[in-house]
């Protein structure tokens, strides 16, 4: 029996909610991403990674950056289903403190979701990175860097 399109745009849906429900649970989180699963960010700042892949390189980076922010008020968020029943863009905007500074700011995301056999497979975050070099790091984008991430790696 295969699976409808509904059935997969459901299994869509349930797996990038429990992304973003799930964070902090790192293990049940991991169990999210299929092994060969790819973390992106396109608009990383120069010298700094843009994609992680693997499981174990996407929980490493994670649990690094985990800690670093405090929400100060529920995140505001819209879910667009795509044509394609295994995507899945959502808009999030997240009110947060930087707990190194104490610096309030707001960061707006723009992530599209791809499941592959039920499992998260690829994920891009669209984000700005000045509003959080700004607030993590009082606009020095080495110190930034230095906190976030790893090094880029080169091709």
């Not at 899945?88 to 056999?117: N, P, R």
Request: hydrophobic share 45%; net charge negative.
């Amino acid at each position: 029996m295969t699976a409808s399109d509904d059935d997969i745009r459901a299994k869509t849906l349930q797996v990038a909610t429990a992304y973003l429900t799930l964070m902090g649970d790192w293990d049940a989180w991991t169990d999210l991403w299929a092994e060969d699963g790819v973390l992106e960010f396109p608009y990383a700042p120069k010298g700094r990674q843009k994609a992680y892949s693997g499981k174990a390189e996407i929980r490493d980076y994670m649990i690094a950056a985990s800690g670093k922010m405090a929400m100060v008020a529920p995140p505001r968020m819209r879910m667009h289903p795509a044509l394609d029943p295994c995507v899945l863009s959502v808009e999030l905007t997240i009110d947060g403190k930087a707990t190194a500074t104490g610096a309030l700011f707001t960061q707006s995301y723009v992530m599209v979701f791809e499941v592959k056999d039920g499992k998260l497979w690829r994920l891009r975050e669209y984000w700005n990175p000045l509003v959080s070099i700004a607030a993590f790091a009082d606009g020095d984008v080495q110190a930034w860097a230095s906190k976030f991430g790893k090094p880029e790696v080169a091709a």
